[in-house]
Each structure stands twice: as structure tokens, then as C-alpha cells.
């Protein structure tokens, strides 16, 4: 029911710094939040952030705490993810998604995935 639209993603140094953003349209009721995902090429996708829609309780992986922020705009069903310090490790697609379920740091918790948006960090 909740169709997504990232962007934001783009081309930057080592060190720069990024916006990414999550639009929602359609139902968002029932949807517990928005999670963001990245994939590299080769690799599995893996979790990144996650915000609930109601509190706005947040929850990061190791590799990007202290770095990303996750925060939400209800108002504008719009869900960003601020990267700072980039690294070329961060290079990926970065999708966002509706969470389902409890399972917040598994791709199998969320629906409604977005087509993604490049990221791309040089060294």
C-alpha cells in the first residue's frame, strides 16, 4: 500500500557528506517505520538504519553509528539519512523501506521497497 521514492545518493569524496531521502505516498498505516538498506555489488543487502513512525525510536549498525542519522518529517511521510565521514566502504545502493514486522534488521521485515539510489565514494 506505501510506495517509496528515494534520492539523494550521488557522487563524493572520502570524508564528505550526503543526504538521502525517503518519500512515502499511498497507506502508511500499519507500517511500523522506514528502514534503509544498502548492496554492494556482489554482496548481500544489509541494514542500515531504522525509524519508527510513531516515537521515533531509532536503531543503526555498528558500522555507521556515530556517523548516520535517521530522522523523519510525519508531516511529509518523508524519512532521511544524513552520512557523514563517508567511506568507500559506504559505496552502495541505498534502498528505503516499509517496515512489517519486529524484524527490523532483516530484509525479510520490510515490504514496499523503493528502486534505490546510488552512493558513491571515492577515495
Known amino acids: 500500500q506505501v510506495q517509496l521514492v528515494e534520492s539523494g545518493g550521488g557522487l563524493v569524496q572520502a570524508g564528505g557528506s550526503l543526504r538521502l531521502s525517503c518519500a512515502a505516498s499511498g497507506r502508511t498505516f500499519g507500517a511500523h517505520g522506514v528502514g534503509w538498506f544498502r548492496q554492494a555489488p556482489g554482496k548481500e543487502r544489509e541494514f542500515v538504519a531504522y525509524?519508527?513512525?510513531?516515537?521515533?525510536?531509532?536503531y543503526y549498525t555498528d558500522s555507521v553509528k556515530g556517523r548516520f542519522i535517521i530522522t523523519k518529517d510525519n508531516a511529509k511521510n518523508t524519512v532521511y539519512l544524513q552520512m557523514n565521514s563517508l567511506k568507500p566502504e559506504d559505496t552502495a545502493v541505498y534502498y528505503c523501506?516499509?517496515?512489517?514486522?519486529?524484524?527490523?534488521?532483516?530484509?525479510?521485515?520490510?515490504?514496499?521497497w523503493g528502486q534505490g539510489t546510488q552512493v558513491t565514494v571515492s577515495s
Open positions: 525509524i519508527n513512525w510513531i516515537g521515533g525510536s531509532t
Open positions: 523501506a516499509s517496515a512489517v514486522s519486529s524484524k527490523v534488521d532483516r530484509a525479510n521485515g520490510y515490504r514496499s
